[in-house]
């Protein structure tokens, strides 16, 4: 059973066209997050969700928005892509917001062509 | 600033000779400390984490890392390095609501 779920895993489309990227964990966790690791291997994080509250957003362009439905879900949609949108988009979750691990999903990659 | 620093990119080392991996966090915040070990086209895997106590912590596959508050680094070490080793590592910093990831250091284990 897959702790963190994340689909499609890999998502080919043009410039310009919307998509959206599901997360769901099945680990009873209250926080969530996406993250985005570019060609360089470099992650950033992106959103954090706390019991379905926003708790982190960082600097990214409003054309990504993160859906929080309940907290063991947390989908990402992305409007107008661009091809610098292309990269790894990883979902995690961890319990509260301490010091307990990170666990995340396998990944989604996003080729914007 | 909140960060997390990986001096080194690449890290070459021979099977059975031990490693290194490299880490400085910044001490804004008294974050907690991890590492993270990412295998290809896969995500992340927790290896291990320094809350409070023992400096020397130990964690999944012989990994183990030392805290040294001084130095403000969070070193990941194996006495004993295995081909299987080979991957991209992570240090990472828990900053209360945030939690910031070093820039990765590939190592290869030579055989």
């Known amino acids: 059973d897959t702790a963190v779920s994340q689909t499609p895993k890999y998502l080919v489309t043009q410039m310009g066209n919307d998509k959206s990227i599901k997360c769901e964990q099945n680990l009873g966790h209250d926080t969530m997050y996406w993250y985005k690791q570019d060609s360089k291997k470099f992650l950033k994080i992106m959103f954090s969700?706390?019991?379905?509250?926003?708790?982190i957003n960082e600097t990214v362009p409003n054309r990504f928005s993160p859906k929080s439905p309940d907290k063991a879900h947390l989908n990402l949609h992305i409007n107008s892509l661009e091809l610098g949108d292309s990269a790894v988009y990883f979902c995690?979750?961890?319990?509260?917001?301490?010091?307990?691990?990170?666990?995340f999903g396998e990944g989604s990659r996003l080729t914007v062509l | 600033a909140q960060s997390v620093a990986q001096p080194e990119d690449q890290v070459n080392v021979a099977e059975g000779n031990p490693l290194t991996v490299k880490c400085t966090y910044s001490?804004?915040?008294?974050?907690?400390l991890f590492w993270y070990v990412q295998y290809p086209n896969r995500g992340l895997q927790f290896l291990l984490k320094?809350?409070?106590?023992?400096?020397l912590v130990k964690g999944s596959y012989g990994f183990e890392a030392e805290f040294n508050k001084s130095q403000t680094s969070f070193h990941l070490k194996k006495p004993s390095a295995l081909v299987s080793d080979s991957a991209l590592y992570f240090c990472g910093g828990n900053y209360g609501q945030n939690f910031v990831f070093g820039p990765g250091t590939r190592l290869s284990v030579l055989p």
């Open positions: 995690a979750s961890s319990q509260g917001r301490g010091p307990g691990e990170l666990f």
């Open positions: 320094y809350i409070t106590g023992d400096n």
């Open positions: 969700y706390n019991n379905k509250e926003l708790i």
């Open positions: 001490v804004s915040g008294n974050p907690y």
